[in-house]
């Protein structure tokens, strides 16, 4: 079965984790997938991975002419776009009282910023009928130790997504929020958790997890891909927490 047969799909950090293997699963699925992100050889090797045709440009989401050209693609060369996931996102973990303006501006910058300029551009390419998809966070809703700012980027996300579930109804373009909670990818390791620190960070995380494990980037795949699909046709400016249960602790 091929659930996204025809559609035209962008993943912005498409390269890594979350993103890749939501393209990976759309691609699968028949769609021609567009990837983002920063890194030509990461793009690269994405490309390789997830086959299908799919296509890559390389840029940075806190850039605006990088989203005019990404919409430029998928206009001229696939007619418009129907998934549009807006997934690109830095985390850096610090008290608040130790932030400084670079790191406050890059995790407004990427999260933030990148997201809402994201979606502004590809909006007049967006088909009716069409899909996006905000990756969010469980540290919006949940409290965590060093998240202040992280939390504050991804927490207007959730403000983004029922502003635009509204504004783009009528065209019945469909707006929802995909909030992982911890997932096993490359973000931990930006985190700074060492190869070595990862046995006791997994047990401390199991133990704040009732499903007693971290996420795999592809159950976030199957629930961005639930979201792309016709099989969530009514279901906008929702927030789908996939975090294993950790709210609720
Ligand atoms: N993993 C988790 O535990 C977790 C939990 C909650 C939410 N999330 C969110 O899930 C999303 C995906 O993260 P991940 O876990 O899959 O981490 P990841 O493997 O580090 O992927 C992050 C992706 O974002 C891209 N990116 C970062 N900054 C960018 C920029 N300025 N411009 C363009 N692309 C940029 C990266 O590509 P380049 O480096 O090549 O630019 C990469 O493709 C993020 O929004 C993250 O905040 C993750």
Redesign the pocket.
């Known amino acids: 079965m091929s659930r996204l047969e025809g559609k035209t799909a962008v993943v ?9 293997a939501a393209a990976r699963a759309f691609a699968r699925e028949g769609a021609q997938v567009v990837i ?4 030509q050889a ?2 690269d090797a994405a490309l390789a991975d997830i086959g299908h045709g799919a296509l890559a440009l390389r ?4 850039d605006t002419a990088h989203h005019r050209a990404v919409a430029e693609l998928v206009h001229s060369r696939f007619g418009g776009c129907d998934i549009y996931f807006a ?5 850096t973990i610090t008290p608040s009282e130790a932030v400084d303006e670079a790191e406050y501006d890059a995790q407004f ?3 933030t910023r ?1 997201t809402f300029f994201g979606v502004q551009a590809i909006r007049p390419v967006l088909r009716d009928g069409a899909s996006v998809i905000v ?5 919006s809703e949940k409290r965590l130790d060093g998240h202040a700012v ?1 939390a504050g980027s ?1 927490a207007a996300l959730g403000a983004f997504v029922k502003a635009w579930a509204a504004e783009m109804s009528a065209r019945r373009i469909r707006v929802n929020l995909l ?10 390791e ?1 985190l700074g958790v060492a190869p070595q620190d990862r046995p006791s960070f997994e047990a401390a995380m199991a133990a704040a997890i009732p499903l007693g494990r ?2 795999r ?1 592809e159950e976030l795949a199957d629930a961005a891909l639930f979201l792309a699909s016709d099989a969530s046709s009514f279901v906008t400016g929702i927030d789908l927490r996939v975090d294993g249960g950790m709210a609720i602790l």
């Not at 909030?179 to 931990?188: K, N, Y």
């Open positions: 912005t950090g498409g390269n890594s984790g979350i993103g890749l983002t992100g920063r890194r990461a793009l840029g940075d989401v806190a997934n690109a996102g830095v985390n910058d990427t999260n990148g990756t969010g966070s469980l540290a992280y991804k909030s992982p909670g911890p997932v096993d990818t490359a973000i931990l930006k971290l996420g980037p």
